[in-house]
């Protein structure tokens, strides 16, 4: 199945700076790749998603990145603010057999964004 | 409106006993989902429902089963719960060829003592 390792684990920035967290896939079969968002006491909110036939997305301070040949994609945070302290996932969408439709996580990245 | 709402928000309860977690969904998606989240905060698929059909059934104790009455519902009955049941469930939802994918609900966070 699926195996999805997202890095760092925790990140801490100065407000400002810009933030950037990785994930690698397994399956080459996958072909959608959500990235959310987790606050404190909250369910993950999607905040941005690429498909395998695009190779960057943005909107606004966030944009993701998707290199399929390698198998990795990446989010990239612009001008952080306190409030986008969070725990980010990253996940990839199975495309076939029993995977199809499955959302695999990452591990997660807890951001922490200082004023 | 909640688009996935859960029930209780927490659930503090002793071993051994039984417990239920209901789900309901008012987007009209066609499948839904129950997610386990671990101390790490860990996500792990447990189980989808696709119209009210069992399609993933992650290796999950037998003690833990789905039920899915309606396509707008799905719920989670856990029997003789253990200390290491302890978790936040979360119910998501989506849509077959939808773009947008999943949306969770805001989690019930099960403490067993």
């Known amino acids: 199945g699926e195996n999805v390792e997202q890095h760092p684990s925790t990140l801490s920035v100065q407000e400002g700076d810009s933030a950037v967290i990785k994930c690698t896939y397994s399956?080459?079969?996958?072909?959608?790749f959500p990235w959310y968002k987790q606050e404190l006491g909250k369910g993950p909110q999607l905040i941005i998603d690429?498909?395998?036939?695009?190779g960057e997305k943005k909107d606004q301070r966030i944009a993701v990145t998707l290199n399929k040949t390698a198998k990795h994609f990446s989010l990239h945070i612009t001008e952080t603010q306190p409030e986008d302290s969070a725990v980010y996932f990253c996940?990839?969408?199975?495309?076939?057999?029993?995977?199809?439709?499955?959302?695999?996580f990452g591990q997660g990245t807890i951001l922490t964004v200082h004023p | 409106d909640t688009a996935v709402s859960q029930t209780p928000k927490y659930l503090v309860t002793q071993m051994g006993n039984d417990k239920s977690i209901k789900c309901e969904q008012n987007?009209?998606?066609?499948?839904m989902y129950w997610y386990k989240q671990d101390s790490k905060k860990f996500l792990k698929i447990m189980f989808s429902?696709?119209?009210?059909?069992?399609?993933i059934n992650e290796t999950v104790p037998n003690r833990f089963s789905p039920k899915s009455p309606d396509k707008a519902h799905l719920n989670l009955h856990i029997n003789s719960l253990e200390l290491g049941d302890s978790a936040v469930y979360f119910c998501?939802?989506?849509?077959?060829?939808?773009?947008?994918?999943?949306?969770f609900g805001s989690g019930t966070r099960l403490t067993v003592v």
């Open positions: 399956d080459s079969a996958s072909n959608y």
């Open positions: 429902y696709n119209n009210k059909e069992l399609i």
């Open positions: 998501a939802s989506s849509q077959e060829g939808q773009i947008g994918g999943y949306t």
């Open positions: 690429i498909r395998s036939n695009v």
């Open positions: 996940a990839a969408e199975g495309a076939g057999g029993t995977s199809y439709g499955k959302l695999t």
């Open positions: 987007l009209g998606h066609d499948t």
